[in-house]
């Protein structure tokens, strides 16, 4: 018997699957679009992937207020290390690769960094420690900082793309972009809030998503922009999960793109509010384009005691590979609900508890539901989107989270990611 040769296609390139696949049933039709000002975004294909744009670069043109969040994993990937360690809240440049995560790389992986953020600066007058990087793709691998060394030194006579192109060059297992704009009128002021993610697999952050950068084209201090995304990520990006698997590389960061000046104290809920509409957009977008998708899973976990409770409860069910699997077999086994909330361990009263699917009621005061339609809830399991309501009857608090199915084609992807 023969076996495929797992390292054979150690030169990275293999994720570009992305290109083979046909697209996540949820798609969108449309991709919004946007030439930004205040800064120049260009793209290259350097050579980490087979296909395609690869290294995504932002110049700003002047320095810029950014606030950022990574991941909490005790394995950060060496972008996440460098940023931490040298970035203050100013920013100049971002650099983003996508085909090779630079993560577990020692201090080679660190070094590596240095030598294309030492390129960008002198090309642009700044200091290093005003660019910051993201890396994405496979772990493990040392990234050749040649590859994006030369392609900076192109930019001086390389045209500028827009914010469609910069969702594209950072994709790796994604099936489709994802890109959000959102006005908000403040006065006679129209504020474009948008931005940009990649993310398909890997996707249980407990902090952001996997790359995600977000622009607000105002003036706004790095203290409130610490506060706009703290405000806004709980039920964004800490709000989703493919499989329960943290990245390396989570990273999201906001930047203040000082194009107007507004009263950013008086007007800090008009701003809140359209940054909480383009985070949503791209944290379900992400959870749209879940490795071999076929159906997302909305969770809302109500009246619990508390709002850690709901949400913990909450994420149980929706990471549950057998509740995953349930869906996408279209089974309405709301038996595996159950146990994904008392695996928990969570102190509850199981004859409190009531189960939904859709406007299905199949388990009440512990114990099934005598008048059930099978009949309808067979046809309601067909539907590309399914409701999980539990309702706990403890408390006052809720937690809403979204998943996705578990099938074959999820396995078959990750099964096959560097092969």
Same mark, same amino acid.
């Given at each position: 018997?023969?076996?495929?040769?797992?390292?054979?296609?150690?030169?990275?390139?293999?994720?570009?699957?992305?290109?083979?696949?046909?697209?996540?049933?949820?798609?969108?039709?449309?991709?919004? /679009?946007? +030439?930004?000002?205040?800064? &120049? *975004?260009?793209?290259?294909?350097?050579?980490? $992937? @087979? =296909?395609?744009? #690869?290294?995504?670069?932002?110049?700003?043109?002047?320095?810029?207020?950014?606030?950022?969040?990574?991941?909490?994993?005790?394995?950060?990937?060496?972008?996440?290390?460098?940023?931490?360690?040298?970035?203050?809240?100013?920013?100049?440049?971002?650099?983003?690769?996508?085909?090779?995560?630079?993560?577990?790389?020692?201090?080679?992986?660190?070094?590596?960094?240095?030598?294309?953020?030492?390129?960008?600066?002198?090309?642009?007058?700044?200091?290093?420690?005003?660019?910051?990087?993201?890396?994405?793709?496979?772990?493990?691998?040392?990234? /050749?900082? +040649?590859?994006?060394?030369? &392609? *900076?030194?192109?930019?001086?006579?390389?045209? $500028? @793309? =827009?914010?469609? #192109?910069?969702?594209?060059?950072?994709?790796?297992?994604?099936?489709?972009?994802?890109t959000a704009v959102h006005n908000v009128k403040i006065k006679n002021n129209n504020i474009k809030i948008y931005g940009f993610a990649k993310g398909s697999g890997m996707i249980f952050p407990n902090m952001g998503t996997m790359l995600s950068y977000i622009f607000i084209d105002c003036q706004i201090t790095k203290k409130i922009l610490k506060k706009l995304i703290s405000d806004n990520l709980d039920e964004t990006f800490n709000s989703i999960s493919v499989d329960s698997d943290t990245s390396t590389s989570d990273t999201l960061m906001l930047f203040s793109n000082p194009l107007k000046k507004i009263n950013i104290i008086s007007n800090y809920n008009?701003?809140?509010?359209?940054?909480?509409?383009?985070?949503?957009?791209?944290?379900?977008?992400?959870?749209?384009?879940?490795?071999?998708?076929?159906?997302?899973?909305?969770?809302?976990?109500?009246?619990?005691?508390?709002?850690?409770?709901?949400?913990?409860?909450?994420?149980?069910?929706?990471?549950?590979?057998?509740?995953?699997?349930?869906?996408?077999?279209?089974?309405?086994?709301?038996?595996?609900?159950?146990?994904?909330?008392?695996?928990?361990?969570?102190?509850?009263?199981?004859?409190?508890?009531?189960?939904?699917?859709?406007?299905?009621?199949?388990?009440?005061?512990?114990?099934?539901?005598?008048?059930?339609?099978?009949?309808?809830?067979?046809?309601?399991?067909?539907?590309?989107?399914?409701?999980?309501?539990?309702?706990?009857?403890?408390?006052?608090?809720?937690?809403?989270?979204?998943?996705?199915?578990?099938?074959?084609?999820?396995?078959?992807?990750?099964?096959?990611?560097?092969?």
């Open positions: 018997m023969k076996f495929k040769n797992a390292r054979k296609d150690l030169n990275l390139r293999s994720n570009d699957r992305l290109y083979k696949n046909s697209k996540s049933p949820f798609a969108p039709k449309y991709f919004k /679009d946007l +030439n930004p000002k205040g800064f &120049k *975004i260009f793209t290259f294909k350097s050579g980490f $992937k @087979k =296909k395609n744009d #690869d290294l995504l670069i932002i110049v700003f043109d002047k320095i810029i207020n950014v606030a950022c969040k990574y991941s909490l994993t005790s394995t950060p990937s060496a972008p996440i290390i460098w940023d931490k360690k040298n970035n203050k809240g100013n920013c100049r440049a971002l650099i983003v690769n996508s085909g090779n995560a630079n993560a577990h790389t020692g201090n080679i992986g660190v070094k590596n960094i240095n030598e294309y953020t030492k390129e960008l600066a002198k090309l642009i007058s700044c200091s290093t420690k005003d660019i910051l990087v993201s890396s994405t793709g496979v772990i493990g691998e040392q990234l /050749d900082p +040649n590859l994006i060394c030369n &392609k *900076i030194k192109l930019l001086p006579n390389s045209n $500028k @793309k =827009k914010l469609i #192109d910069a969702a594209r060059a950072i994709g790796t297992t994604d099936t489709f972009i994802k008009k701003i809140s509010n359209t940054l909480n509409r383009v985070m949503k957009e791209l944290s379900l977008k992400i959870i749209a384009d879940g490795e071999g998708v076929k159906k997302i899973i909305k969770v809302n976990v109500t009246k619990a005691k508390t709002k850690k409770q709901a949400k913990k409860i909450a994420f149980s069910i929706a990471n549950s590979p057998l509740v995953k699997t349930a869906i996408a077999g279209e089974d309405a086994n709301w038996g595996r609900v159950i146990m994904a909330i008392g695996k928990t361990k969570e102190k509850i009263n199981q004859n409190k508890i009531s189960i939904k699917l859709g406007n299905f009621l199949l388990a009440n005061k512990g114990k099934k539901n005598s008048k059930i339609n099978f009949y309808k809830l067979d046809k309601y399991m067909k539907n590309k989107i399914i409701d999980i309501k539990v309702s706990l009857n403890l408390g006052n608090s809720s937690s809403i989270v979204y998943g996705n199915d578990l099938n074959n084609k999820y396995i078959k992807i990750n099964a096959d990611y560097r092969s």
